[in-house]
């Protein structure tokens, strides 16, 4: 398998453009989660879906930002409109369980947001 | 809602040294417990993981770590560090059961190897 797969590995936009964000979980994984990294906050959990429905969006910071997983192979993390405070790396992962044996989570390279 | 601390920020030893990262956690429950490391410039790789069973735990690249239910401590080790193993570790902790949020990351502690 070749694991977690994140486009674009790289981003620079300017401050009111629109940003997206794509993932192709492990196949089979039934758990795909949305991180956001950086230097203040250290690595934030912003959404997880299982079997394609999000089920926690507790972490997402505001309005500006919406998750989508239209199928069990894609999802898509959009910020709209994008600001500096932004700027991070965001990471995606999948599992295949949530809790119990064989819940670890799969990382994929993420991707490095830069809002001008 | 649970959490992870990592107490050293940033850890600096020399080649050969022995390493020992601390973790604690607050959950009164069952927990699954991970160790990441992220290499510089790159993602979040599994160095091990405690399920259930053997509270020492084996993981890649000769580390391990102990899981002490009292202390609500899962601490990493390895007998002899390499300029390679130059990182920032994550701890985290997954709640066995409930409504709590999913896995939690402890804030990272960041180790330079000198060669």
């Known amino acids: 398998d070749a694991g977690v797969i994140q486009s674009p590995r790289h981003e620079v936009t300017e401050m009111g453009q629109e940003v997206t964000l794509r993932c192709k979980p492990i196949?089979?994984?039934?758990?795909l989660f949305w991180y956001r990294q950086t230097m203040m906050r250290g690595l934030e959990l912003l959404i997880y879906?299982?079997?394609?429905?999000?089920?926690?969006d507790s972490g997402m910071p505001e309005d500006r930002f919406s998750a989508k997983m239209p199928n069990a192979s894609f999802s898509t993390l959009k910020i709209q409109p994008s600001e500096p405070r932004d700027s991070a790396v965001y990471f995606c992962?999948?599992?295949?369980?949530?809790?119990?044996?064989?819940?670890?989570?799969?990382f994929g390279p993420g991707t490095r947001l830069t809002v001008l | 809602a649970q959490s992870v601390s990592q107490h050293n920020h940033h850890v600096i030893l020399s080649e050969a040294a022995s390493l020992e990262l601390g973790c604690n956690y607050s959950y009164g429950g069952t927990v699954n417990l991970f160790w990441y490391v992220q290499y510089p410039g790159q993602h979040l790789q599994l160095l091990l993981k405690?399920?259930?069973?053997?509270?020492l735990v084996k993981g890649i690249k000769g580390f391990e770590a102990e899981f002490i239910k009292s202390k609500f401590s899962f601490n990493l080790r390895k007998p002899s560090v390499q300029w390679s193993d130059t990182a920032e570790y994550f701890c985290a902790v997954n709640p066995y059961s409930g409504s709590a949020r999913q896995l939690t990351f402890g804030s990272g502690t960041q180790l330079t190897v000198l060669p």
């Open positions: 879906f299982n079997n394609n429905v999000p089920i926690d």
């Open positions: 405690y399920f259930s069973g053997d509270p």
């Open positions: 196949s089979g994984h039934d758990y």
């Open positions: 992962a999948s599992s295949l369980r949530l809790q119990g044996a064989n819940n670890e989570q799969f």
